[in-house]
């Protein structure tokens, strides 16, 4: 094995130039003895609605949390539909199946790999009671198709946001079009901890009511619990360290952009290795920047750019109707070939705040070489 010259991910960069912060954050923390929800979460709470612009936000320990109790506000069971995409994180699904419902996938575009909205409405059946779009990479779905088609048939849209921090479809922020939006502070995400968060928003103050209980055993008060709640509270020291770094998210997701825009000047001769399209009236986040190759040089490639020591990534490998065939749970009978085709050609380059210019070249020098394909 080669030494790795350009990770996929490096959050060390990230971490040093704010380590004096971090350490101050918690410190403070420790002396305020607020280590589970409590003032640091506020604050959190109050700094993420702002920069927003959404009027609730309600912290939770995960990302997948904030998708399994939007379902639970929205009263979605067993018994009923929620449609998604079968090319997603499986904690899209996962949340979908632990609150009893049934996924119901509709395949993606072949240019964006976001939901293709001209094939939302043949799934839509009388058990159907929510949309559930994933903004992947960090780019939104096509939102306004979407709530049309969600106002036409009374259905809930809950957005997984939780790689689109940041992101914007036509001037409003992803995550706040919808009636519940999703987001990850994984440490991965563009906005990350220094381990496990998750928020939920929503401009309906009776669902963040809701939420607040759910996430703390049922209830906001000790021992009142008012229903059967969770565990899904953030921690104070993520949030403490959470507010550190969202003073510079929009800084980092500019320069993923420009990121981004290096890569794709810089494989637009190319015929072998193509980007994603981004729509013009969105903007992304650029969490992940994933190109498509032919399917039967996917596989070399990476090995080849491993070899030179360029981490890649792939997301995901297996699209998820069939990860629940796997486990013999329902996932519909059709077959869904853009996601399936996409899990075998995309492969996603390295991509993070403090990759260098030249470094960028060198991956596309790699990706240039004809021997490739
Ligand atoms: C990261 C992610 C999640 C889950 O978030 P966690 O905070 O890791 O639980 C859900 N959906 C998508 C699309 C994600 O990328």
């Known amino acids: 094995m080669s030494k790795i010259s ?16 971090l350490e101050q954050a918690f410190r403070e ?6 280590f589970v929800l409590g003032p640091f979460v506020e604050r959190f709470e109050t700094d993420l609605a702002a920069y927003l612009d959404v009027p609730h936000v309600v912290s939770l320990n995960s990302g997948t949390d ?28 996962e949340a979908i199946l632990q609150v009893g419902a049934k996924p119901v996938f509709v395949d993606v575009d072949p ?15 009388p058990k159907t009671k929510a949309l559930l779009p994933v903004h992947l990479y960090g780019q939104p779905a096509s ?17 997984d946001a939780c790689q689109a921090i940041g992101s914007e479809y036509r001037g409003r922020k992803a995550g706040t079009l ?37 996430r703390n055993h ?16 953030l ?80 997301h995901y490998p297996v699209p998820l109707h069939h990860v629940l065939r796997d486990q013999g749970l329902d996932s519909g009978k059709t077959s869904f070939p853009v996601s399936e085709k996409l899990s075998r050609s995309i492969l996603s380059l390295p991509m993070y705040p403090g990759l260098l210019p030249s470094q960028i070249d060198q991956v596309v020098g790699l990706l240039s070489r004809g021997d490739l394909f």
């Not at 923390?29 to 607020?34: G, H, I, K, P, Q």
């Not at 904030?66 to 379902?71: E, T, V, W």
């Not at 021992?223 to 969770?230: A, F, L, N, R, S």
């Open 178 to 214: 919808g009636d519940i939006g999703c987001f990850s502070f994984y440490p991965g995400k563009n906005l990350g901890a220094l381990g496990d968060g998750g928020a939920l928003v929503t401009r309906s103050p009776e669902i963040a009511e809701k939420v607040k209980k759910l």
């Open 66 to 93: 904030a998708l399994m109790l939007a379902l639970k506000a929205l009263g979605i069971g067993p018994g009923d539909e929620v449609i998604t995409v079968p090319n997603t994180f499986f904690a899209t699904v």
């Open 235 to 314: 921690d104070g020291l993520q949030a403490a360290f959470l507010l550190v770094k969202l003073r510079h998210i929009d800084t980092w997701n500019q320069a993923r952009r420009e990121i981004a825009l290096h890569y794709r000047s810089g494989l637009g001769q190319l015929k072998t290795v193509r980007p994603l399209q981004m729509m013009e009236d969105r903007i992304s986040n650029e969490h992940l920047f994933v190109v498509q190759v032919a399917s039967e040089n996917r596989d070399r490639i990476r090995e080849t750019l491993q070899s030179e020591g360029i981490e890649t990534g792939i």
């Open 6 to 21: 350009i990770p996929f991910l490096d959050l060390a960069l990230q971490h040093q130039a704010l380590e004096v912060e």
């Open 111 to 125: 240019q964006t790999a976001l939901i293709d909205v001209t094939k939302i409405s043949e799934k839509i059946t």
């Open 29 to 34: 923390v420790l002396d305020a003895r607020a």
């Open 143 to 159: 939102m306004e198709p979407i709530l049309t088609l969600a106002k036409k048939y009374n259905l809930a849209v809950i957005e």
């Open 218 to 233: 049922g209830g906001t008060i000790k021992y009142q619990h008012d229903m059967v709640g969770y565990n899904s509270r």
